[in-house]
């Protein structure tokens, strides 16, 4: 389609270019100024954070590592990669802690033989971070390295048991995600057991496996009864430090919120036109609605002209009639009785906490009579409304869901008898 000229005059190729030029700026100067009221909010959340003093180390809703990380920067919590070696000289605290290790991971995983515990903690291919605090490990995870494969295989991962619930579990894995991103192992395996399972998906891990079977297939040996897990590391993410960043953003999300709504919270006069015989106004003509950043939507042309056309040809007190027949066919179907009348709060106490936009035949019908429904879209979308409300409250096996399904089917029948949709 070519464009349209005005009034006789053609549009000059540089008008074009200027526009994109000032749509240009318009973005950047919209972006810097994001950008400022950003590190302005920033400045405001750190000054309350400072104010707050102890209280803002557990924010409301704070992440369950929270407390694990305080722990670290305080000294009181430390965490070190450690292995045994057949060719090097092991020092005498990494063979200690080995074995605290092993009494850990022996303790707190029962059903698992010692036997084997003890040797693949102490075997020179496989490494173990360790939790330790007051100088003894109290926690750790034991995993061997595939480098070539791109891979570690999790053997074991535990914490004492009265040092467990304090985010250590988890402030654990995070650090040992991040020592493989720094060491280009981008993948974990894992077989868990039933009580595993849960730990395991908190901090990533799926059922549903980015490596192919082929890739691992005779590196790792398979466990009876337990789930294969897999998870996939992001390098641009730095792990310890992600529920602290996501808290931010959304702190910052939050306050930038704040400052658009006092900007546009205002209230406007309600619309006086309809009194005096308006028929119809256009959606951006109501007061506020360009404010809040409302803009009209992408119109398929094909689809709006004979849409058009058609209400065009429906005069209005052709669509009226129209109208009042299908709503007063719908108010008679046996199936109609939970929709004649709004919904009783006393009968329903809990019922408009949950459905924010009632709607009812009784409504419709007021509606109706008003001139409400200048077109057939208004009217649709109230019936369908009434039909969503029901099926969002109550259960598909009730009488209600059923009806609303029978009357919904009646009515796009009569909307299709009508000719004010098409049919199939």
């Known amino acids: ?243 602290a960043v996501v808290r931010r953003q959304k702190e910052i999300l939050k306050k930038l919120v704040e400052r658009k709504q006092e900007q546009i919270r205002q209230v406007h006069p309600g619309l006086t036109c309809f009194r005096d015989g308006t028929r119809e106004i256009q959606v951006e003509a109501i007061p506020g609605i360009l404010e809040t950043g409302w803009e009209p939507p992408p119109v398929d042309k094909s689809r709006y002209k004979s849409t058009r056309n058609s209400d065009e040809k429906a005069d209005a007190e052709h669509l009226y009639n129209v109208l009042k027949t299908i709503l007063t066919a719908c108010r008679n179907h046996q199936s109609s009785w939970p929709f004649l009348n709004p919904v009783d709060r006393k009968a329903v106490p809990d019922y408009y906490e949950h459905i924010k936009f009632p709607m009812d035949m009784k409504t419709m019908a007021e509606r109706l009579k008003a001139n409400y429904y200048v077109n057939k879209r208004l009217f649709i979308a109230d019936m369908k409304r009434m039909f969503t409300n029901c099926k969002a409250y109550n259960a598909p096996e009730t009488e209600y869901y059923n009806c609303a399904n029978v009357l919904d089917r009646f009515f796009i029948n009569k909307l299709k008898d009508h000719g004010l949709i098409e049919k199939v």
């Open 1 to 243: 389609m070519g464009e349209v000229p005005v009034a006789g005059f053609k549009k000059r190729p540089g008008d074009a270019l200027e526009e994109d030029s000032e749509d240009v700026k318009r973005r950047k100067y919209e972006d810097e100024n994001l950008e400022e009221a950003v590190a302005e909010i920033v400045g405001i959340i750190e000054d309350q954070n400072r104010q707050l003093g102890p209280q803002a180390m557990f924010p409301e809703h704070a992440p369950r590592d929270e407390a694990a990380k305080i722990e670290e920067r305080n000294k009181v919590i430390e965490f070190h990669c450690i292995a045994n070696s057949l060719t090097d000289r092991v020092p005498k605290q990494t063979m200690l802690w080995l074995i605290a290790l092993q009494n850990v991971f022996s303790h707190q995983l029962p059903r698992m033989p010692k036997e084997y515990i003890t040797r693949l903690v102490f075997d020179p291919k496989h490494k173990t971070l360790a939790l330790v605090k007051d100088g003894r490990p109290i926690g750790g995870i034991c995993f061997r390295m595939f480098p070539s494969q791109g891979f570690s295989e999790i053997v074991f991962c535990a914490v004492t048991s009265n040092e467990q619930v304090k985010g250590y579990g988890t402030h654990l894995m995070n650090h040992l995600k991040d020592y493989h991103i720094r060491n280009g192992v981008m993948h974990f395996l894992t077989f868990a057991d039933e009580f595993a399972v849960g730990y395991f998906k908190k901090q990533g891990f799926s059922k549903d496996l980015k490596l192919p079977k082929s890739v691992y297939g005779g590196y790792i040996k398979d466990y009876e009864g337990a789930t294969l897990m897999g998870c996939e590391l992001n390098p641009k993410i730095v792990y310890v430090e992600f529920t």
